[in-house]
């Protein structure tokens, strides 16, 4: 699987995760419902964020290795 490919997978996991938080959320409404977004949401948006930005970065290096070998 290419860097991309495991992109578009993170990518379609983090959309999933937070739609199902969507539907949670209109059900669990309190103080620690809020408290677990702020927690552990927001620090997977980070770190999703962040790993999104590493995969584009290492599909560029792949690419300019493999053109390399060529």
Excluded: P
């Excluded at 539907?23 to 620090?43: G, I, N, Q, V």
């Amino acid at each position: 699987m290419s860097a991309l490919g495991s992109k578009g997978l993170l990518t379609l996991a983090t959309r999933q995760l937070l739609a199902r938080w969507d539907e949670t959320r209109h059900s669990w409404r309190d103080r620690k419902a809020d408290e677990f977004e702020s927690l552990y949401l927001a620090e997977i948006r980070n770190e999703v964020n962040s790993a999104m930005k590493v995969l584009e970065d290492l599909d560029h290096l792949l690419e300019k290795i493999h053109a390399d070998c060529d």
